[in-house]
C-alpha cells in the first residue's frame, strides 16, 4: 500500500517537472519567435529607410538638374530650409505618425523644412528624407556649400510603431574628363577609322564652334606600342584633324597626361555599377531606342549586353553597353558613349551623323567575356576594339560640353550611419 502511494508521488512530481519543462520550453519558443520576429522588423524598416536615402540621392540629382545654378548645392540648401530660412530638421525629433489601426500616414518633427523626398509609401511602411549642410560648412553658413558635401538623412517607418533614421555624408562627383575624341584603354587597340574622304575625327572642341584653340587628340591611347597599333588605322590621314595635326599625329599615347583613375581597372568596374545604379534605364538587346534620351531631355542608359543604334537615332546623355556597341554611320548623339566590357564599337560608314561628345572603350570582361562576373578585370585591360565599315560621311567630334552634359554626374556615399 505504501509502494503505492509513492509511486503515484513519483508520477505527480514527474508530470509537475514535465508540465513545468513544456511551459518553459513554449515560453522559450515564443521568446525566440518574438527576437525572430523583432529582428525581422528591425532588418525591415533599416531597409526602408535604406531605400529613402538611395531615392534622395537621385531626388537631389533631378532638383539640381531644374536649379537656377546648377552644379552648386546652394539652391538645393535653401529650398530645403522651407519659409523660414533655417535648416530645423534634427534626426532626433524626427518621429512617424500613425493612425489609429497602426498605419503610418506623416512624419513630423523637421519644422518647415521641405523634404528632398517627400513622404513615399513603400511596401507596408513608408519613408521621407531632408537636406542639411554637412559638419564643415555648418560652421561657417548652413545654407552655403564650399565643399560639395551634405548630408541626407532619411527615416523609414513600418506599422506597429517601427522606425529607423539612417545618414549619409554624400559628395558630388562625375567621370573624369575624357581625354580625347576616341580613348582606347589597354593594350595594342584594334582601330580601323574608316576609308570615306567625306568623314571627319576630330579633336577640336566642338569642331571649332566651342572653346577656341581647345583640342584633344582624336585617339587616345595608352603607351607606344597601343600608339603604333592606333595608327595602322589612320586610311585618310586628311580625315583626322585635331588642333595643328592631322594623320597618324592625331593618334596620341596619352600615358603621362591622363587622370589616373582612367588606367584603374577597379575604378571602371566601379563607374559601371555607379552609372548603373543612378541609369535612368538599365536594359539589353530588346531595349527600344524610344527610351533613350535626346537632346531636351538627358538620360543615362546602362545596357547588359549588345546593343544596336539605327540611323533614325538623335540621342544624348549617356549610354554605357557591356557588349558590342554597333552603330549605323546616320546615328546622331550628343554626350557621351562608353563600351565597356567586352569593348567593342563597330561603324557602319553609311550615313551624316554625328558623335559629339566623347567615346571611351575598354575590355575588362575577363576571359569568359561578360561583364559583371567573377574574372572582370583579372588580367587587366584586354584588347579593345573600334572599327568603321566603308564609306559615308559620319563623324566623331570631341565636344566638351555635350562630354560634360552627360558625364554622369552622381552623389557619392562618403560615410553612412544609422542614428
Known amino acids: 500500500m505504501n509502494d503505492r502511494g509513492s509511486a503515484l508521488v513519483m508520477a505527480i512530481v514527474v508530470l509537475v517537472v514535465l508540465t513545468f519543462l513544456g511551459v518553459?520550453?513554449?515560453?522559450?519558443?515564443?521568446?525566440?519567435?518574438?527576437?525572430?520576429?523583432?529582428?525581422?522588423?528591425?532588418?525591415?524598416?533599416?531597409?526602408?529607410?535604406?531605400?529613402?536615402?538611395?531615392?534622395?540621392?537621385?531626388?537631389?540629382?533631378?532638383?539640381?538638374?531644374v536649379s537656377t545654378s546648377p552644379g552648386s548645392i546652394d539652391d538645393e540648401l535653401s529650398h530645403a530650409a522651407g519659409s523660414n530660412g533655417s535648416i530645423d530638421m534634427d534626426p532626433t525629433t524626427i518621429r512617424a505618425v500613425y493612425d489609429s489601426s497602426g498605419r503610418v500616414i506623416a512624419f513630423t518633427g523637421y519644422g518647415d523644412d521641405l523634404p528632398v523626398q517627400a513622404f513615399t509609401s513603400f511596401g507596408m511602411g513608408a519613408y521621407a528624407s531632408f537636406l542639411s549642410n554637412d559638419g564643415i560648412d555648418e560652421a561657417l553658413d548652413p545654407l552655403d556649400d564650399t565643399n560639395g558635401r551634405v548630408v541626407l538623412t532619411a527615416i523609414g517607418a513600418l506599422p506597429g510603431h517601427a522606425t529607423e533614421v539612417v545618414q549619409a555624408l554624400v559628395q558630388r562627383t562625375s567621370s573624369p574628363a575624357l581625354p580625347a575624341a576616341i580613348t582606347m584603354l589597354?593594350?595594342?587597340?584594334?582601330?580601323?577609322?574608316?576609308?570615306?574622304?567625306?568623314?571627319?575625327?576630330?579633336?577640336?572642341?566642338?569642331d571649332g564652334a566651342g572653346d577656341p584653340g581647345v583640342y584633344v587628340p582624336v585617339v587616345g591611347v595608352i603607351g607606344s606600342s597601343a600608339e603604333t597599333a592606333a595608327e595602322a588605322g589612320v586610311d585618310v590621314p586628311g580625315t583626322f584633324v585635331s588642333g595643328p595635326d592631322t594623320g597618324v599625329d592625331t593618334v596620341t599615347n596619352i600615358d603621362a597626361t591622363i587622370l589616373p583613375l582612367w588606367k584603374d581597372c577597379d575604378y571602371l568596374l566601379y563607374l559601371a555599377a555607379e552609372i548603373k545604379g543612378l541609369a535612368d534605364v538599365v536594359g539589353d538587346s530588346s531595349t527600344p531606342l524610344s527610351a533613350l534620351g535626346s537632346s531636351g531631355n538627358l538620360k543615362t542608359v546602362y545596357i547588359d549586353g549588345d546593343y544596336t543604334l539605327t540611323a533614325q537615332v538623335n540621342g544624348a546623355g549617356i549610354l554605357w553597353v557591356t557588349g558590342t556597341l554597333s552603330l549605323q554611320g546616320g546615328?546622331?548623339?550628343?554626350?557621351?558613349?562608353?563600351?565597356?566590357?567586352?569593348?567593342?564599337?563597330?561603324?557602319?560608314?553609311?550615313?551624316?551623323?554625328?558623335?559629339?561628345?566623347?567615346?571611351?572603350?575598354?575590355?575588362?570582361?575577363?576571359?569568359?567575356?561578360i561583364m559583371e562576373t567573377a574574372d572582370d578585370c583579372d588580367s587587366g585591360f584586354d584588347v579593345a576594339t573600334f572599327e568603321t565599315n566603308g564609306g559615308g560621311a559620319g563623324d566623331i567630334v570631341y565636344c566638351r560640353q555635350h562630354a560634360n552634359d552627360g558625364q554622369g554626374e552622381r552623389f557619392r556615399v562618403v560615410q553612412f550611419r544609422q542614428r
Not at 350 to 358: A, D, I, K, N, R
Request: overall charge negative.
Open 24 to 65: 518553459a520550453l513554449l515560453t522559450l519558443s515564443q521568446y525566440e519567435t518574438r527576437m525572430a520576429l523583432a529582428d525581422a522588423r528591425a532588418k525591415t524598416v533599416f531597409y526602408v529607410a535604406e531605400a529613402g536615402l538611395e531615392h534622395s540621392r537621385r531626388s537631389l540629382l533631378d532638383q539640381d538638374a
Open 186 to 206: 589597354g593594350p595594342t587597340p584594334h582601330f580601323e577609322g574608316g576609308t570615306s574622304k567625306s568623314k571627319l575625327l576630330t579633336g577640336d572642341d566642338c
Open 331 to 369: 546615328v546622331d548623339w550628343e554626350g557621351r558613349i562608353y563600351a565597356v566590357g567586352t569593348g567593342v564599337i563597330q561603324r557602319d560608314g553609311s550615313g551624316t551623323g554625328v558623335l559629339s561628345g566623347g567615346l571611351l572603350m575598354a575590355n575588362v570582361a575577363g576571359q569568359d567575356g
